[in-house]
Nanobody
Framework: QVQLVESGGGLVQPGGSLRLSCAAS????????MGWYRQAPGKQRELVATTTGGGSTAYADSVKGRFTISRDNAKNTVYLQMNSLEPQDTAVYYC???????????????WGQGNQVTVSS
């Protein structure tokens, strides 16, 4: 089993910044893709950004140029630096990881507990 522990959400004014962190732990697994999703009230969960173990990244169009995903492979930790935040960014942000279980060579997907990010004046 892989556990994902998130931190860093909160309340920020429009134009402000926040940084989310997510640390993955679990023996017998190789963490591959890690990323962030978000879900606003009344909306479906959507992809925000992802990064592979090799460092490739992908972003939703709505956050390109404002958000940056990064990763510390040694710590199995992924970060999301969010700048120029807008009220539309208000949502619960979920960390996501795809991990390969060495025992059965099967990939599994895991989710963090979710962190509220509220952008409001």
């Amino acid at each position: 089993q892989v556990q994902l522990v998130e931190s860093g959400g909160g309340l920020v004014q429009p134009g402000g910044s926040l940084r989310l962190s997510c640390a993955a732990s679990g023996s017998g697994f190789v963490i591959n893709t890690m990323g962030w999703y978000r879900q606003a009230p009344g909306k479906q969960r959507e992809l925000v950004a992802t990064t592979t173990g090799g460092g490739s990244t992908a972003y939703a169009d709505s956050v390109k140029g404002r958000f940056t995903i990064s990763r510390d492979n040694a710590k199995n930790t992924v970060y999301l630096q969010m700048n120029s935040l807008e009220p539309q960014d208000t949502a619960v942000y979920y960390c996501n990881a795809v991990a390969l279980k060495r025992e059965d060579i099967t990939s599994y997907m895991y989710w963090g507990q979710g962190n509220q990010v509220t952008v409001s004046s």
